[in-house]
């Protein structure tokens, strides 16, 4: 069992800045692919980010890609998101989730899932 608990999120005004991080807990936590995923009231659940255990595979979602930064530190057990130039649209509740890669990239779903944490852009 993996258990997965997000952070950091919180209001910020567009163009602004937000770092998100999962603290994983469990034995075989940082064996995971890890990923970011976002659901804005009234949409579906969309993948935003995939990082693989070792750190040098990363997949972002086109939306996000050149704002968003995904990142790992297995020590730690812990990744992150880094996410700048925000625009309302990113406004969401951003999940963390683990599963193998392709899971996660292609299947767009995850094995573990945190309970998810609000991040809120305003114009």
């Known amino acids: 069992q993996v258990q997965l608990v997000e952070s950091g999120g919180g209001l910020v005004q567009a163009g602004g800045s937000l770092r998100l991080s999962c603290a994983a807990s469990?034995?075989?936590?940082?064996?995971?692919?890890m990923s970011w995923f976002r659901q804005a009231p009234g949409k579906e659940r969309e993948f935003v980010a995939a990082?693989?255990?070792?750190?040098?595979?990363?997949q972002y979602a086109d939306s996000v890609k050149g704002r968003f930064t995904i990142s790992r530190d297995n020590a730690k057990n812990t990744v992150s998101l880094q996410m700048n130039s925000l625009k309302p649209e990113d406004t969401a509740v951003y999940y963390c989730a683990a599963g193998t890669y392709s899971m996660l990239v292609e299947r767009k779903t995850g094995n573990y899932w945190g309970q998810g944490t609000q991040g809120t852009v305003s114009s």
């Open positions: 990082i693989s255990w070792s750190g040098s595979f990363k």
């Open positions: 469990g034995r075989t936590a940082s064996n995971y692919a």
